[in-house]
């Protein structure tokens, strides 16, 4: 099946630096999801894109779709304590749809630490 | 968005005994909502999708009997835990789709935390 590599698996940085992380997967995907999840609770939506390209902000978080439809990006600019959590990307398997529409494919999560 | 209410939050339960937990969608209709499974800082793996009215469709691996699904309503799923083991302690997770269309949305109920004694 089709598989999302999220990296880095890991980030430890000072409050008010900016953070960057990716998703690329073999095949195409034509949604790109980007979730957070705090400790002991399900994942929150953070940005949903459609269209290759698509460059769409949120706050102070900004994702982009790759043009290849392969890969997406998840930036979060001036982080603060509160942005500790795993964030996932997520997209629908390329035949989703039908019974399996809302059926998504996980990256493996990065674990995001800020330090005061 | 969308709101996916889970219930139990947490529940330990004795070996060999059984644990249900629910699945609703409060403000929409779900014909179809998806039970996932969460090892301590891993990804979501997905179990199984349930489907109103008719059988759960589960993935490779995971076994029916073990993991009963029932999704009777449009706004409720459940998910039964059979004769649980310790190695079925683990967080799990529902989620339901949002909009129909390009929006190929899902979202998530807040996770129930099994722990097997």
């Known amino acids: 099946g089709q598989q999302l590599n999220q990296s880095p698996q890991s980030m430890f940085i000072q409050e008010g630096e900016d953070v960057s992380m990716n998703c690329t997967s073999s095949?195409?995907?034509?949604?790109w999801l980007w979730y957070k999840q705090d400790p002991g609770e399900g994942p929150v939506l953070l940005i949903a894109?459609?269209?290759?390209?698509e460059l769409t902000s949120n706050g102070r978080l900004t994702a982009q779709f790759g043009i290849t439809r392969k890969d997406s990006f998840l930036n979060i600019s001036a982080s603060i304590p509160s942005d500790v959590g795993i964030y996932f990307c997520?997209?629908?398997?390329?035949?989703?749809?039908?019974?399996?529409?809302?059926?998504?494919?996980f990256g493996q999560g990065t674990i995001l630490t800020v330090h005061p | 968005g969308a709101v996916v209410s889970q219930h139990p939050s947490r529940v330990i339960c004795k070996s060999g005994t059984s644990v249900k937990i629910e699945c609703r969608s409060l403000?929409?209709?779900?014909?179809?909502m998806f039970w996932y499974r969460q090892f301590p800082k891993q990804s979501l793996m997905l179990m199984a999708t349930?489907?109103?009215?008719?059988?759960?469709?589960?993935e490779q691996g995971v076994e029916k009997d073990k993991f009963l699904i029932n999704h009777a309503s449009l706004t409720l799923s459940t998910l039964t835990v059979t004769s649980a083991h310790p190695e079925d302690s683990s967080f799990y997770i529902c989620?339901?789709?949002?909009?129909?269309?390009?929006?190929?949305?899902?979202?998530f109920g807040q996770g129930t935390r099994l722990t097997v004694v």
């Open positions: 989620s339901a789709p949002g909009r129909q269309g390009l929006k190929r949305e899902a979202f």
């Open positions: 894109l459609y269209k290759a390209g």
């Open positions: 349930s489907n109103e009215g008719s059988k759960a469709t589960y």
């Open positions: 095949s195409i995907f034509n949604t």
């Open positions: 403000d929409f209709q779900a014909t179809t």
């Open positions: 997520a997209g629908p398997p390329i035949n989703a749809g039908g019974t399996s529409y809302g059926k998504l494919t």
